[in-house]
């Protein structure tokens, strides 16, 4: 069946960076696209990051845009997000996603402390 393990998640200061993972198995990882997707408390969950199958095309949020960076390792199944420059109103769960939301992975959660 399919699975999608996220990872990396934390506490962390304003400015600091993390690096989530999200290990991806059950399905032909190389010929899919993946999003990352979060939700923050009492809102509703967005789209934050985009990544074609070859990992060619990219596209963000504007809310995390020149700060985040998307990647995958198609030979590990394993897609990332780099996050840098970390604001408090990126505290949230952050979850991986086959396409847009065919499947959802636990979730990991990130906290931006000011």
């Known amino acids: 069946q399919v699975q999608l393990v996220e990872s990396g998640g934390g506490l962390v200061q304003a400015g600091d960076s993390l690096r989530l993972s999200c290990a991806a198995s059950g399905f032909t990882f190389r010929q899919s696209y993946m999003t990352w997707y979060r939700r923050a408390p009492g809102k509703e969950r967005e789209l934050v990051a985009f990544i074609s199958s070859d990992g060619r095309t990219t596209n963000y949020a504007d809310s995390v845009k020149g700060r985040f960076t998307v990647s995958r390792d198609n030979a590990k199944n394993t897609m990332y997000l780099q996050m840098n420059s970390l604001k408090p109103e990126d505290t949230a769960v952050y979850y991986c996603?086959?396409?847009?939301?065919?499947?959802w992975g636990q979730g990991t959660q990130v906290t931006v402390s000011s």
């Open positions: 996603s086959r396409a847009n939301g065919l499947n």
